[in-house]
């Protein structure tokens, strides 16, 4: 007689990264999603693509910009404010607010491109750009994000708020983290890894031990700690220069901490200062919109979305769903394809989309706000709402 085959779980353990507010790409990101901020205000017709470098004592900006009033715009009084409220403010660090070299380099747009992508009367408007976005969404968190990234941003943005509420003034701005989620056939089981790089004052020590301890007490909220949980602080032994100084930043550059941590794909297209024309960004928007939609009606578990569009052409030209295995019953990926392709219940268009989703007018959030931290998985953003469950429902109810 054969034994009786035991079934044993599959396990993997997944990883993802997040970055601070001070790390240099993430000073940079924030400066030109400020500048586009200060641009829409007043102009919600701006064509924006900012770019930020910032070095040892230095910021500068490029980019194209086409902005009526643009002249009124303080692009340099906009990135000190920036780097004040990250916190760089001491000189001897080699990067401050009221210290650093700024230049820019920003122009106007180019007529070839402005042409295709400007919106008319017949609510038509060309894609800023051929390419490809993706957008993703999970059930196996609260807010339909993969767990690995989730919980690096919030230790992360938790370090953030304690610094700032100066209770810590030892800890700096710059900081990194990394968590390694375990994973039972496709459910989080446990943290096995935990790495922070947190940029310290140089007191003579590198307060590993009080960093580890409030890591410790805030993944505790998770409920996936366990004995066998392995920390890793500082592991270099010491990070003081950091920021700006110690790494060049760049607009762009974290394309992976901004959206799932590696859990899905990604077409290439940085989001952070560009205006919604450009489907890099809003359509990347608007596929996460889609995709938290689809999951949270329950027609699959997980879902990923790729949209690819044309240069000056306002419809896509094709859709890519998958699941992972994960749909419902009835439900196939070519059913998710072919609404999506008929436009019954979200709108590709760009400015469909754009309209949809308040991107010209941002109410209760801004620009800025999403170049930290994650562009997904927050409430605040429009693109979060999980208004269109039930039209979903009653589609695939037919």
Wanted: glycine share 10%; hydrophobic share 35%.
């Amino acid at each position: 007689m054969k034994a009786k085959k035991i079934s044993m779980p599959h396990t993997h353990i997944f990883t993802s990264e997040s970055v601070s507010e001070g790390h240099p790409d993430k000073v940079a990101d924030q400066i030109s999603d400020a500048i586009l901020d200060s641009c829409l205000k007043i102009d919600n017709k701006a064509h924006v693509a900012c770019e930020t470098m910032c070095g040892h004592n230095v910021v500068v900006n490029m980019g194209e910009i086409t902005c009526r009033g643009f002249d009124s715009v303080d692009t340099q009084g906009i990135a000190r404010e920036i780097v004040t409220r990250i916190g760089y403010d001491r000189k001897s660090e080699g990067f401050s607010w009221d210290s650093f070299n700024y230049t820019s380099y920003l122009h106007g747009q180019s007529r070839d491109i402005a042409r295709g992508v400007n919106r008319d009367k017949d609510r038509k408007q060309g894609a800023g750009d051929q390419g490809m976005m993706f957008g993703y969404a999970t059930n196996e968190t609260e807010s339909f994000m993969p767990a690995p990234i989730v919980y690096s941003h919030e230790l992360l943005k938790y370090f953030a708020d304690i610094r700032k509420s100066g209770d810590y003034p030892w800890l700096r701005p710059d900081s990194k983290c990394q968590i390694s989620v375990v994973y039972e056939n496709g459910v989080p089981k446990r943290i096995d890894t935990v790495v922070v790089s947190h940029q310290t004052t140089n007191r003579g020590v590198t307060m590993t031990d009080e960093i580890k301890r409030l890591a410790k007490e805030q993944l505790s909220k998770t409920g996936l700690l366990d004995k066998k949980t392995k920390f890793l602080i500082n592991p270099t032994g010491k990070f003081v220069i950091g920021g700006p100084s110690g790494d060049s930043g760049l607009t762009g550059r974290k394309i992976i901490v901004d959206t799932y941590g590696g859990m899905a794909s990604h077409g290439g297209g940085a989001f952070s200062g560009k205006d919604p024309s450009k489907v890099d960004r809003s359509a990347a928007y608007y596929t996460r919109y889609a995709a938290k939609n689809i999951v949270a009606a329950g027609l699959a578990s997980r879902c990923q979305i790729q949209v690819a569009y044309a240069i000056g052409v306002d419809k896509p030209v094709s859709f890519c769903i998958k699941t992972f295995g994960t749909n419902a019953p009835g439900i196939e990926n070519a059913d998710i394809e072919d609404m999506l392709y008929k436009a019954k219940v979200f709108d590709f268009r760009p400015y469909a989309l754009i309209e949809d989703l308040g991107l010209l007018c941002p109410n209760g959030w801004c620009y800025a706000d999403t170049a930290a931290y994650g562009h997904f998985g927050r409430d605040i953003f429009p693109w979060e709402r999980l208004d269109k469950v039930e039209k979903l429902k009653k589609y695939f109810a037919r």
